[in-house]
């Protein structure tokens, strides 16, 4: 596999928020870098073009989009 990632992520376990068009939904923050995340969801979902990622241990509130999806894994780029 190649590595495309400019930055290096980090393993992480944080509980996180999707949130989007007034719309609340819990995930976990698998990988976080400074440019980007690898989040689990409870379940295949549909995601906005555009959504925040919120987590709230880190204080941490981002713009993001989805780059890439696997079953119930979706990475993230923060705009």
């Known amino acids: 596999m190649i590595e495309r990632r400019t930055t290096q992520r980090h393993r992480v ?8 068009d007034g719309n609340d939904l819990a995930c976990t923050v698998r990988n976080l870098s ?9 379940g295949s979902i549909s995601l906005p073009p555009s959504f ?4 709230e241990s880190n204080r ?7 780059v890439w999806s696997s ?6 780029a923060f705009d």
């Open 13 to 20: 376990l944080k509980g996180g928020t999707i949130a989007f």
């Open 52 to 55: 925040t990622l919120l987590i």
């Open 34 to 42: 400074a440019k980007g995340a690898a989040l689990d969801l409870a």
């Open 71 to 76: 079953d119930k894994r979706i990475g993230v």
């Open 60 to 66: 941490l509130i981002r713009r993001c989009h989805p």
